[in-house]
């Protein structure tokens, strides 16, 4: 039964381009091929690198964050109060138009006040600054790394230049080095352990559009790989790379509040997003795939799956530019502080400010007193 299902599952005529068998793929002597039997070690490796994040995370990155005097306190929670929890666990965690202005009047509180309240609350569970912090020089670290030995891996070949080459001698021709086999392992392993902490990690606005993201990804590299379509797959993989790098080390700057080097890799990060992927990665890469690919080696069923996956990889790439477009009307909003976009859980320095003060705020007369509770306004 299950050797009825492989053979129907690993049909030739679907997978490899005509004229072609999987015994042209067998391993031999002089030659050896992607096999999709190798990615088995995706789940180990993706513990391994799991581990090495936690290591990274407590070893390197949180005693650095100490030092830089990052945040380690967690969100605190609002004052108590049933009207707005009543509407906060029953009704909306985002109140807005009419009920917003029901609840201002209800309470005689200010608009500001009660989306603060709301906001607090919707942040209780937040990690602390330190927390993300750490999180974003993993994943710094490991692009970097991985960048670095994919840009030395792709340049092996002539791919990136000549997106046609990609293409020649495909599939019986293009043999499997160390060197691919371990930048395909590692990126694999990656996107893995990343759909599963994503539900443990830093909620985001686009949580479920990066999970969309990461089995899109990691279909697409297994794809590529069990059929032996090795060059183009190591270049789709650097692009993307490529403008993370920048992401994350904006981010790193904005914890440690230097600003300029922040908006510097904001911009960094806008340009090689829109370079590499709604530049390079459609008129190049996807017209080799669309089009050389089609010449060269002539279209086959699957060929036709790996366009519709990158296309729908594509439309991702532009929903995130326009966060990106986002993130620079607010950057010019703010006067050149750089913020992500995507991010839920990341509040200004003068949001984290306003804080629930009793005694003092009440002794002080600071402004309406509402349950015992007065707001003070941050500082600015």
């Known amino acids: 039964m299950a050797s009825s299902f492989l053979t129907w599952f690993w049909n030739e005529r679907f997978w490899l381009p005509h004229n072609t068998t999987w015994a042209d793929l067998r391993n031999t002597e002089d030659a050896v091929f992607a096999q999709a039997t190798d990615l088995w070690i995706m789940f180990p490796y993706s513990i391994v690198l799991y581990g090495i994040r936690i290591l990274i995370e407590r070893l390197i990155a949180r005693p650095i964050g100490r030092k830089l005097q990052i945040s380690d306190v967690p969100n605190r929670p ?9 509407v906060f666990y029953s009704i909306t965690k985002y109140p807005d138009g009419e009920r917003l202005e029901g609840l201002c009047k209800q309470l005689d509180w200010r608009e500001h006040q009660v989306l603060r309240w ?9 990690p602390s600054k330190l927390m993300k912090f750490s999180e974003t020089v993993w994943r710094f670290m490991f692009y970097v790394t991985v960048f670095i030995y994919g840009l030395y891996t792709t340049f092996q ?9 990609c293409w020649e001698g495909y599939p019986d021709r293009q043999h499997l080095k160390p060197l691919n ?20 990690d830093i909620k985001r606005k686009d949580f479920w559009i990066m999970f969309a993201h990461h089995i899109a990804t990691i279909f ?76 060269v080696v002539g279209p086959f069923p699957s060929w036709y799956i790996f366009c519709v996956w990158l296309a729908i990889l594509q439309f991702l790439h532009i ?11 607010r950057l010019f909003k703010k006067g050149g502080q750089a913020d992500d976009e995507r991010s839920e859980s ?29 707001l003070r306004k941050a500082h600015k």
């Open 157 to 165: 070949t002539d791919c990136p230049t000549n997106t046609r080459s």
């Open 346 to 374: 990341e509040v200004s320095d003068s949001e984290e400010d306003v804080d629930v003060t009793r005694a003092r705020t009440e002794s002080q007369g600071d402004g309406p007193g509402i349950n015992g509770v007065t």
């Open 118 to 126: 709301f906001r607090r609350k919707r942040e209780i569970d937040r």
């Open 78 to 86: 609002p004052a108590p109060n049933a009207v707005l929890e009543k």
């Open 319 to 329: 929903y995130w530019c326009t966060f990106i477009v986002k993130g620079f009307i």
């Open 220 to 295: 697409l590299i297994m794809f590529s790989y069990s059929i032996n379509m090795l060059n183009v797959g190591m270049l789709i993989m650097l692009l993307h790379d490529f403008s993370d790098v920048f992401l994350e080390t904006s981010k790193i700057a904005k914890y440690t509040k230097q600003e300029t080097f922040a908006t510097i890799g904001l911009i960094s990060f806008a340009t090689s997003f829109v370079l590499a992927r709604i530049v390079y990665f459609p008129f190049w890469i996807l017209y080799s795939i669309w089009f050389d690919a089609f010449d």
């Open 181 to 200: 086999y371990w930048y395909y392992q590692t990126e694999l392993a990656f996107y893995t352990s990343c759909t599963i902490s994503q539900f443990f």
